[in-house]
């Protein structure tokens, strides 16, 4: 569903924040859409990227985070992200060819009998489209996206006012080899990223 939010959104919505349902906000949500303020004029979408944290089985889409993403829902329709049997069938030349088919057929091969079916579902998807036109992506910064996966920090920072900067820093392990190494990233959204397990 992910994917089509500028196809299902009217027309008139020019852009768009998406954030998980399991992530909350510890500042103002209006600084978030500031950052498409800080957009060069081709970008259409920023999510959260962590090129140090490549997974083969995942054919790389942990490098980024589908859980919060800003969108610019009047570009993605300008340049056509997805395919569908509606565009197909126009024969007025409004519309360009989809990126997608392209894009996903050079990261997954050839789709199957049912398709694709990613093991990390629409974040293998924007990350065919991301890896593959990063000219329109822009990085979204590490404090719109603290998750336990990503700076392994709770119970340090988020759980004691008493814990010092340099504990976060140490608590930090996925900051290596990125802008915000040695760094501490002070989160102003945080993404739960829950886990439940229920005994059998």
Aim: overall charge negative; glycine content about 4%.
């Amino acid at each position: 569903m992910k994917l089509f939010l500028h196809e299902v959104l009217p027309d008139d919505v020019e852009k768009a924040i998406y954030v998980d349902t399991d992530a909350f906000f510890l500042t103002d949500p209006a600084l978030l859409w500031e950052e498409f303020s800080h957009w060069r004029p081709e970008i259409a979408i920023s999510i959260p990227y962590h090129p140090n944290m490549p997974h083969a089985g995942w054919l790389n889409a942990s490098e980024i985070c589908s859980c919060i993403m800003l969108l610019h829902l009047q570009k993605l329709r300008s340049i056509r992200l997805m395919d569908s049997s509606i565009y197909r069938g126009d024969r007025s030349g409004l519309y360009p060819p989809a990126l997608s088919p392209p894009l996903f057929e050079a990261l997954f091969g050839p789709p199957g009998p049912h398709g694709y079916q990613p093991d990390l579902g629409d974040q293998t998807f924007w990350w065919a489209v991301v890896s593959k036109r990063f000219d329109i992506f822009q990085p979204l910064p590490y404090d719109w996206e603290v998750s336990s996966c990503l700076l392994d920090m709770y119970l340090t920072g988020l759980g004691s006012d008493a814990t010092t900067k340099e504990e976060e820093k140490n608590a930090m392990i996925h900051l290596d080899d990125t802008p915000f190494e040695g760094t501490v990233v002070l989160p102003k959204l945080v993404h739960l990223h829950v886990i439940l397990q229920f005994p059998a």
